[in-house]
């Protein structure tokens, strides 16, 4: 059974760009691509720098697979899985991630 | 016991150090001991280059060959040591110092002198000749104590040395016997557009005057008298009547030599005894003396084939040239006079853009036999092409001279020539051998020079190179394609184009007419970039904040925590105390650790989101600027006291360093430009080494361009000399803005330089002679930028709906206490992170 955590409004979202959040003791990364109705919740951990960052990257796509590149090195990670397009063995960790009433609620 | 052979080399010139290049690179090491005497006090230069002694070159860079050439390949050069004499019987050597040597083998390089016409008064003081850096470091001397300067002949090598007294600050005089100048390589027409062409520089041009007599000056040093018994008064004379082969050593040992001198060859290069070659200009083949390297060094390939008893035949070379003098183009091919019977000619001629072209072809109209082309030799190469390998002409010849409609496809392409073609010919580099090397992987035009020694001669095929090599990578499907991502087909120029015409003003408007999917990091900033270019809007306006990386997005650099660095700008590395004071007092505040740039000015690290704000509203009370150490931008213009302070200071380079930065701040680039000022020659700001650089002069500015430190340093390139200020912006505001314009995304000044077509002398037609008639919308760009300027920082700090993103987090005040530090040396720096494991740089972050 999931359980759904409000985190913020939906204007606090910055279209095309990320944002973070405190959630559960976790820093929480949310993306916003309008163009394609989506929003997506990843840990802000960059695996590759070991800092909190990923929030600051750039959004868009490769080969039509929406992604945020880290502003640290420039790695890639698949916003719906979490999946590194440059190291197989690295996934980021995903949050379901629901819009209810205006309201950001991710379940973690 | 080897019972190796002794191979003596006489003259360590350009032919003779390439003869001993090639020869350790054949394996004759094994059977030849080397002994090589120089009469030079160093070893081999680069005389093609020699002209950049004034430009600043020393010795060392032109040096051909490093140090430790000889000792690591067993090789004995005797310096300052020239030989006297060769006792054919014995088959010995005597030299000055004394040294008396046995060969089995011996190669004449001994050059050429420049000749000097039996003129009474010529041994006069100040009479000079221009071949050895001795010689140049005399004019330099002359020239430091004089005011006028006379070149006594009006050949290629006349205007260069013509060309050089200009730059160094002299009345500048050529005085030729011939009614035109270049008389061996142009026509008429050509030689009389040429001469408006070098009076344009400055330099006074004085055709059919014969000198007869040197004498002392009354205001100047010397005098010359002409036959037509007209005079001029000069300081400086300098020979540049032709040069005559150093064949002193065939001589005593009754070589036979030609009729008016040098050592016979025949196509082995054997001299008239069958152990002694002779290469280069001091060897006479057919009749024929070259005094270019490139026939030498087919020369020194001979010999080595003929030592290595494979078959090999020299036959001759091409004479066709190509002017490297500043600002001028001036080409001559094989037949440019049209002496074959039954020639015919085309010519255009062009008195308002001062461009003359002539074709002489075969009476057939099939070939191309000779052209001439002043003003414009931008399909020198082309054409050469032609002639060389016998191609067939299109149906309309002339449409080869004539001015080429916009984007008209050259006429040819490099894919219509031969394997066999010579791509460069001072190191006889085929297509076929270019071809070869790129199938192998080279691709890139570094890698090509590196690979096949092609373009690192002469620099005369480079163009030509990137062409086939362009062209091969095609081929290959080694997609050279130049487009900037998977969403946009097109180059980051292309773009730029569609942003000035379409007036689009965001990613969004780009994206949908001419791109697709949703965009990535490398679209989005090089976009960002261009819109921030040429509309010069504050970058965190809502369209574009998700088109900037975290450093322009937070007006900060990102460190490896994730923390952020502050620097303010400091133009030109001048603070008063009381600035100082306040960083000091910012930065003990907010506990960021302090650190003195390599840019003179002060970086504050270690700053989170939160607190970037805060800082920078004290910063700008206190009067600081953004630095845009974030941004692909104009960063520091680095600069020395200069006359303000320094006692060898010669003009204001402090003033001028800040003027040009704040001139130039927050203008947005393909990447980031540095710029240096120094008040003097020492250079204490190390211009040179910048994007742009200024060296003050008693005479004015010197502007070098593209130059860069970092990952691939490169000496920035003398632009132009002697300006005024405002020439000197005006110069500056059209090169960067033409940068701008063309250079692919994250490409230094300096990488597009070098792949620029044409390069430097390219850029100098377009920014100085305003070639593409763009000088004045490059101009207005630029000062819509300067006027345009705001300091980001200022407006964000004025804007609360902007200052919203500066939290680490959405949802709290709180700061993130993931961030952890130590202290050293009394100050803060991020604790030791988690191992992060080793990756590949995906792309260069700043
Ligand atoms: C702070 C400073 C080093 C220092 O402790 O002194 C520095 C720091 C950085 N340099 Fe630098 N460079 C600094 C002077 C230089 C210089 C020296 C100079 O400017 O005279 C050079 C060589 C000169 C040149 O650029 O031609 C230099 C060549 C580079 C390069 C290589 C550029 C190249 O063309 O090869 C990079 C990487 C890049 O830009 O892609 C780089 C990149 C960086 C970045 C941005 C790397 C990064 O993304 O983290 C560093 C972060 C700056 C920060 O966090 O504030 N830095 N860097 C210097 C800041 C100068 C300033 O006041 O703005
Ligand atoms: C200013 C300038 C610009 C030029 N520009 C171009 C150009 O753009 N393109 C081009 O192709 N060519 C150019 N040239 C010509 C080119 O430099 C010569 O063709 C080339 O240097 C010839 O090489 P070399 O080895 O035959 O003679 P050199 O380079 O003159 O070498 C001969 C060497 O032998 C030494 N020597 C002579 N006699 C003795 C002896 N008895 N014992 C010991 N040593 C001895 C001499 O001192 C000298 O160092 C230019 C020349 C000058 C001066
Ligand atoms: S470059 Fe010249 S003026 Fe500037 S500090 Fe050095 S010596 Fe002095
Ligand atoms: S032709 Fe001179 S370097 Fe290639």
Known sequence: MSQWIDVCNVDDLVADAGICAWVAQRQIAIFSLPKINGVFAVDNLDPFSGAQVLSRGMVGDLGGIPMVASPMYKQHFNLETGQCFEDQTLRITVYPLRIHQSRIEISL | MSMKQTLIVIGNGMVGQY??????????????????????????????????????????????????????????????????????QQKQI??????????????????????????????????????????????????????????????????????????????THVVEFAPRLMAVQLDDGGGAMLRRKIEALGVEVHLNKNTTLIEAGQDCLNRLQFADGDSLETDIVLFSAGIRPRDDLAASCQLIQGPRGGIVIDNQCRSSDADIYA?????????????????????????????????ASFSGADLSTKLKLLGVDVASIGDAQGKTAGALSYCYQNEAAEVYKRLVVSADKSRLLGAVLVGDASNYAQLLQYCLNGMTLPDNPESLILPVAANQPAALGVEALPASAQICSCYDVSKAQVCEAVASGCCSLPELKQRTKAATGCGGCAGLLKSVLDNELTKHGVAVSNDLCEHFALTRQQIYHLVMVEQIQTFDQLLSRHGHGLGCEVCKQAVGSILASYWNDYILKTPHIGLQDTNDNFLANIQKNGTYSVVPRIPGGEITPDMLITLGQVGKKYQLYTKITGGQRVDLFGARLEQLPLIWQELIEAGFESGHAYGKSLRTVKSCVGSSWCRFGVDDSLSLAIELENRYKGLRAPHKIKFGVSGCTRECAEAQSKDIGVIATENGWNLYVCGNGGMKPRHADLFATALDTVTLMRYIDRLLIFYVRTANRMQRTSVWLENLEGGLSYLRQVVIDDSLQIADSLEQQMQHVINSYQCEWKTTLENPQHLQRFRSFVNTDQPDQSLAFIEQRGQSFPAPSLPVKHFPIIEEVA
């Open chain 2, 94 to 171: 005597t030299s000055a110092q004394g040294r008396v040597m046995a060969y089995d083998k011996l190669v004449l390089a001994t050059g050429s002198y420049p000749f000097v016409p039996p003129v009474n008064g010529r041994e006069r003081p100040q009479c000079l000749v221009y071949r050895t850096i001795e010689d140049l470091q005399a004019i330099s001397a002359a020239a430091a104590t004089s005011s006028i300067g006379t070149v006594i002949g009006g050949g290629l090598l006349g205007l260069e040395a013509a060309k050089a007294l200009r730059d160094l600050g002299l009345e």
């Open chain 2, 279 to 311: 290469i280069g200009e001091c060897a006479l083949w057919n009749g024929q003396i070259f005094g270019l390297v490139a026939p030498g060094y087919a020369m020194a390939r001979t010999v080595i084939a003929d030592l290595q008893q494979q078959p």
């Open chain 2, 19 to 88: 003869f001993l290049d090639t020869l350790v690179n054949s394996g004759l090491t094994e059977q030849y001991r080397i002994i090589t005497f120089a009469e030079e006090p160093r070893p081999a230069y680069d005389r093609v280059h020699l002209s950049a002694f004034f430009s600043g070159k020393s010795a060392e860079d032109l040096a051909l060959v490093n140090e430790d050439f000889f000792a690591q390949h067993g090789i004995t050069l005797y310096l300052a040591d020239r030989v006297i004499s060769i006792d054919r």
